[in-house]
């Protein structure tokens, strides 16, 4: 995947963009709503009995506009509640809609001072980095007791704004050596009435090593046991390892096409910018051209008028010569007639 391009959706630009433009027409609202629901729906009794005996502090990381955040709160029971994202609109919004809910607006990248809270909870946002675990492992940082993680599960036909593809074997157990996965469940969301998500989602939950030691759990609590068959490799069936091998050439395909379809895009940009250019130049030339049979027609025109100008000074000249030379004749021809008739006669 391009690199570049990553950054640019994951810009605060980008979302703030998004989030005028078309996050309700696409039904952004409603899509925070149904993953927290599900999410809810799938957590551990052991969590949720966790939740409402000790009212942890709790951060919805990268919360949007605060509908999901708005769910969590009223069906865990929450007291404390904080949702953050970096785009300011959202949070503008997210205020405005729950102005009992606190809202902050800051990036987990830039802001050094970034609150630190019992649990974090992430819904449908690592998919959009090309290297999420990166940015798990700086959640982890801030989340003194849990992180509670919900993405898109096994999504081969990515949509354009994801980079990853999660799977069993490319899910960490271990967060930084500071948080251990605890409980997992694999959510077919398509099969929800109001579904916002046409395929699986997975929850994680990771727990601070003294958290997970108190806690006392059995081996029961930490898997969703009606997930638990799918996810024991099936080694005497040789079809299911020829069908896990398909999958994952299937990915990869995936992934060749996603970069040589990147690689075209680019070259088809720069064709575009040399066309632009040549026809920039194109109509420089011309405007140069025409310019120049302006300024020669004008040059034309002016020459035209001196000639006329000439034209009519010679034709008056011309005149006036003629009519001094006509005067002239005539008073010699009187001065000669004037002297012959004083001359005496001879006889």
């Known amino acids: 995947m391009d690199t570049q391009y990553s950054e640019a959706i994951n810009s605060t630009q980008y979302w703030n963009q998004r989030f005028i433009a078309d996050w309700k027409e ?20 052991w969590f949720i009995r966790y939740v409402h005996r000790h009212q942890p502090s709790f951060c919805d990381w990268g919360c949007a506009m605060g509908n999901g955040t708005k769910v969590l709160h009223e069906l865990l029971s929450l007291q404390n509640t904080t949702g953050i994202d970096f785009s300011k609109v959202a949070i503008e919004q997210a205020r ?18 970034f609150p630190q809270f019992d649990i974090i909870f992430s819904s449908n946002t690592l998919e959009h980095f090309e290297n999420p675990w990166d940015m798990l492992e700086k959640l982890s940082c801030f989340a003194k ?18 980079f990853y593809t999660f799977e069993t074997t490319n899910i960490p157990s271990t967060v930084r050596a500071s948080h251990h996965l605890t409980y997992f469940s694999i959510i077919n969301a398509a099969e929800y009435p109001s579904n916002y998500w046409n395929g699986q989602q997975i929850l994680l939950i990771y727990s601070a090593h003294a958290e997970r030691t108190d806690l006392d759990l059995t081996i029961s609590d930490l898997i969703d046991n009606k997930n638990l068959a799918p996810l024991i490799p099936d ?71 001196k000639l006329q100008l000439l034209n009519a000074s010679l034709n008056a000249i011309e005149k006036s010569l003629s009519r001094d030379f006509i005067t002239t004749i005539k008073n010699a021809f009187s001065k000669l007639t004037r002297s012959k008739n004083k001359e005496p006669h001879v006889s």
């Open 96 to 113: 405005a809609s729950y102005p009992t809910i606190r809202f902050i607006t800051t990036d987990i990248l830039r802001d050094e001072n």
């Open 235 to 305: 080694t005497v069936n040789p079809m299911s390892v020829a069908l896990t091998d398909c999958t994952q050439k299937i990915v990869q395909l995936q992934e060749q096409l996603d970069r040589t379809f990147d690689l075209l895009n680019k070259r088809l940009d720069a064709t575009d910018l040399q066309i632009a250019e040549a026809t920039s130049e194109k109509e420089a030339l011309v405007s140069a051209v025409q310019s120049l049979q302006n300024e020669i027609q004008a040059e034309k025109n002016e020459t035209a008028e």
């Open 26 to 45: 696409n039904n952004g609202m409603e899509q925070s709503q149904f993953f927290s629901r599900i999410a809810v729906d799938h957590l551990p009794a």
């Open 145 to 162: 007791k849990f992180l509670v993680i919900l993405i898109p599960f096994q999504e081969y036909d990515r949509h354009f704004e994801h």
